[in-house]
């Protein structure tokens, strides 16, 4: 039997964790901003890609298979967010050289797709720890832990698709007004500050 509730807890938090402020999810902005939603698409099945590797990750622990050690964990955090704070100079970079023009220019840099949203997703310190320590916390939803595991990454995978669709939808209309390159460059600050915060968090 389902626990509705727990269950409801479970898409409530997923769709918050997504829908904040984070790498993936102004990453896919940034990549419907430049190439519209084909290539916001490719990103996003990129991420999923990596979250159902790290869910993988986690059940994997849960089940006393794999035990991670705590240095590790923390070294692949850094690296996350050494490459999270790259693509940020990177559209920072793109905004200001867009600003200085007088013709239109197509930005290149960090135009997203399959390959980048995994790597992003992959080393996002956020989807790191929510896999590691919250995502287990809901495995008692059904009486079953294996029907649980399999409910719960399905869920994770159309709340995941369908949440930053609605992101890419909402700064796709932005990107129509003259807010478009200060758009881009408040997605770049904001990655920056992510991976110094998250390179912070490592060392307190």
């Known amino acids: 039997m389902v626990n509705v509730f ?27 901003l430049k190439g519209g939603y084909k290539q ?12 159902l590797v790290l869910i993988v990750l986690s059940v994997l622990i849960l089940k006393g298979f794999l035990n991670i050690a ?6 692949i955090k850094i690296l996350g967010c050494v490459y999270i704070a790259y693509l940020g ?13 007088t013709s239109p220019v ?5 135009q997203g797709g399959f390959k980048q949203g995994f790597l992003v997703g992959i080393s996002n310190p956020k989807d790191i720890i929510f896999f590691a320590s919250f995502f287990p916390q809901f495995i008692g939803v059904t009486s079953d832990v294996d029907v649980s595991l399999v409910l719960l990454t399905i869920l994770w995978i159309i709340l995941d698709f369908s949440t930053l669709s609605l992101v890419y939808l909402g700064f796709n ?11 881009l460059s408040v997605c770049g600050a904001i990655l920056v500050s992510i991976a110094l915060y998250g390179i912070y968090t490592v060392f307190v």
């Open 6 to 32: 727990e269950l409801m807890l479970y898409c409530m938090a997923v769709v918050v964790m997504i829908a904040t402020p984070g790498p993936v999810m102004l990453l896919v902005a940034s990549a419907g």
């Open 40 to 51: 916001a698409l490719k990103t996003i099945f990129g991420t999923n890609l990596a979250s």
């Open 70 to 75: 705590e240095h590790w964990l923390n070294a």
């Open 89 to 101: 100079f990177q559209i920072l970079k793109e905004a200001i050289v867009q600003e200085t023009e």
């Open 106 to 110: 197509q930005l290149k840099a960090v």
């Open 173 to 183: 209309k932005l990107s129509q007004s003259a807010l478009y390159n200060k758009l």
